[in-house]
């Protein structure tokens, strides 16, 4: 296709404003699936993205449109939708000139909507406002048009949608063809092809998701990597329509994937170049920088038989997801596991759930923490992803922790809570501002660590579900922190240590001790629990002996009865793990999560 025949765009929103049924809708409308064959959200492919109704991967679409009697190639590239693929979405936001900033016509703009306005005008995109949802009963497109003024968009250009009945979609298209320049990249020049996804098919190997920048690529062509210099040979491409269609070559500006017999995405990193071996390009495109994980636990298989099966499903998980990181670590009280790295709590949460529901496996895991980085007495600096093994406070002179940058919107009645959550959170104020005179933005400075968990779910409960909130990673920030330990009748269970700013310590230290008496079912002894920090302990709780005989109550009893008993007693142990004669259930690993 001619390159000024070609449109790259993509749709950004803040969750739940309507991304994915805009884009059903579109690919509906382009006539690239009839309605009939219309699944909900094609775009959404894997079976838990569904389920949890989130986009995790971003995928492209080939529309064909025809506008004023010439046929365009419009490409639909789908961006991930949460704070924890950030670098996903901006690497996809590079491999487009225009985007759809779609906004709720009943909720108005909310954080991410800015965040992601924001990365879009870094990338220097073409910006279509959507206000979607104008059948609502609640919707309110003059308001948010101001909104969008506010913002620094022109409000009353914006389109007023209907994605859910299908109204204003043909003019969405026109725009994307009269607004969104074509692709600028030089057809002579040097292949270089940014990869912005990849995923692992276990027919063809890794399907490398590619937008052509500069010259052209084709079957046969023999390709390197720039970031790792890997070379392979391609042996298919295709493009989605939104089904996989076969072509023989990408010219420049055009967006597709190939194949080439690649065993595994850690060889694909999104952001990385495409050149050709024997004609490379002299530099790569910008912007490229590895997957850091954020957030690390430890995955220990309840049975410990089960410890190769979890090597395997992890190498599996692997193949497909650059971001997912994994050690070998042993834990006195858990055994042998691995100490997994993640972009995030939602990436955690996926992978944690995949090994247990595809993999069959059952597993204890232990609590999410970031990453501090740790400067000793004799100057040496060393990476903590393990609560655990934080070097005695003797040796160390500093520790940095992760800290986040957070926008907050919140009607201004909220504001007074908003403040109170963030400070109890260690947060630093930086800025108050006002979108309108109802909603207010707050931006602070905040530990990772402290905001990873609940936050979100705080912040929503505290304003009764109105305030919205985006962060982005600002770097690392010196701390008083320290590790606080756990002994169970008088032995440290590593799985349990934590790291915790010295001042809340004591509150906290009392507050996991309670709430380990509760969760720590009785044994046949009575079980003393410690909070420690160094040599002092700092709160003490017991539990309580028991003589357990659950088949006592129903002596005589019916057999029915009898079993379904002894069947929740085995229910129960699946997620237990025997930590010296103490058996610990799951939910102990995370109480540290729930005290506040
Ligand atoms: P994520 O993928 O979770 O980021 O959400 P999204 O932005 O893709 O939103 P999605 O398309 O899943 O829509 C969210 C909800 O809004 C769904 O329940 C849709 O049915 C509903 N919705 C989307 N568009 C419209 C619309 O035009 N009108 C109405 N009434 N509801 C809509």
Same mark, same amino acid.
């Given at each position: ?5 070609? /449109? ?33 959200? !094609? ?61 709720? @016509? ?42 969008? $003024? ?23 298209? @026109? ?33 490398? =998701? ?36 076969? !072509? ?26 495409? #050149?050709? @071996? ?28 089960? =410890? ?56 204890? #895991? ?54 109170? &959550? ?19 933005? &707050? ?30 990673? @600002?770097? &690392?920030?010196?701390?008083? $922190? ?10 440290? !269970? ?27 079912? /009785? ?58 004669? !103490? ?10 999560? /729930?005290?506040?």
């Amino acid at each position: 296709m001619e390159q000024r025949h070609i /449109r790259n765009f993509s749709i950004i929103a803040h969750i739940d404003h309507g991304k994915s049924t805009l884009a059903d809708r579109l690919i509906e409308v382009t006539g690239a699936l009839s309605s009939r064959e219309m699944a909900p959200q !094609v775009l959404d492919s894997m079976e838990l993205e569904r389920e949890r109704g989130i986009t995790i991967k971003a995928q492209a679409v080939r529309l064909v449109y025809q506008h004023q009697g010439e046929t365009y190639e419009l490409n639909l590239i789908d961006t991930p939708g949460h704070v924890d693929f950030t670098y996903e979405v901006s690497r996809a936001l590079q491999a487009c000139e225009g985007a759809l900033l779609v906004v709720d @016509a009943a909720q108005g703009v909310e954080a991410q909507t800015l965040a992601n306005l924001y990365l879009a005008l870094e990338h220097d995109l073409a910006i279509i406002p959507i206000i979607n949802k104008i059948d609502l009963p609640s919707a309110d497109p003059e308001k948010v048009m101001e909104q969008l $003024l506010d913002i620094g968009l022109d409000g009353t250009e914006a389109v007023p949608v209907s994605a859910k009945q299908g109204i204003g979609i043909d003019r969405v298209l @026109a725009e994307v063809v009269e607004k969104v320049p074509p692709p600028a990249g030089d057809a002579r020049g040097a292949l270089r092809a940014l990869i912005f996804d990849s995923r692992f098919d276990s027919y063809k190997g890794v399907l490398v =998701y590619i937008r052509v920048v500069d010259g052209s690529l084709k079957i046969g062509d023999r390709i390197r990597f720039m970031a790792t210099s890997k070379e392979f040979e391609v042996t298919e491409m295709g493009v989605f329509g939104p089904h996989p269609v076969p !072509v023989d070559h990408l010219d420049t500006g055009e967006v597709g994937f190939f194949a080439a017999q690649i065993k595994t995405v850690q060889d694909t990193r999104v952001g990385d170049t495409v #050149t050709l @071996a024997d004609r490379p390009a002299e530099a790569p495109l910008p912007g490229y920088r590895p997957a850091q994980p954020m957030v690390y636990s430890g995955l220990y298989p309840v049975d410990s038989a089960d =410890y190769g099966r979890l090597r395997e499903a992890l190498e599996k998980l692997q193949l497909n997801d650059a971001a997912l990181t994994f050690e070998p670590e042993t834990s006195a009280a858990l055994g042998f596991g691995f100490r997994a790295g993640f972009l995030g709590l939602l990436h955690m949460e996926v992978i944690q759930e995949r090994l247990e529901r595809e993999y069959d496996l059952t597993l204890i #895991t232990t609590a999410p923490n970031v990453v501090y980085r740790v400067t000793l007495v004799s100057g040496e600096v060393v990476r903590v992803d393990n609560p655990a093994l934080l070097p005695p406070a003797g040796d160390i002179q500093t520790i940095e922790e992760p800290v986040v940058e957070a926008s907050i919107i919140t009607p201004s009645d909220y504001i007074g809570a908003v403040m109170e &959550l963030a400070q109890e959170r260690r947060g630093i104020y930086l800025n108050l501002s006002y979108l309108d005179n109802v909603r207010a933005m &707050l931006t602070y400075r905040l530990p990772l660590g402290e905001i990873m968990y609940d936050f979100f779910d705080q912040l929503k409960s505290r304003t009764r579900g109105y305030a919205s909130l985006d962060y982005q990673l @600002a770097g &690392l920030q010196p701390a008083d $922190l320290v590790r606080m330990d756990i002994l169970l009748n008088g032995e440290v !269970v590593d799985a349990l240590s934590t790291i915790v700013h010295r001042d809340r310590a004591y509150q906290k230290g009392r507050a996991l001790a309670e709430k380990l008496r509760e969760l720590i079912p /009785r044994q046949l002894f009575e079980v003393p629990i410690q909070a420690a920090i160094g040599a002092r302990v700092i709160a003490r709780e017991t539990v309580k002996a028991l003589r357990k005989d659950v088949l006592a109550k129903c002596y005589g009893g019916d057999i029915t009865r009898k079993r379904k008993l002894l069947e929740k007693q085995k229910e129960g142990k699946r997620r237990m793990k025997s930590v010296g004669s !103490v058996e610990i259930p799951q939910e102990a690993f995370m109480a540290i999560l /729930r005290v506040e």
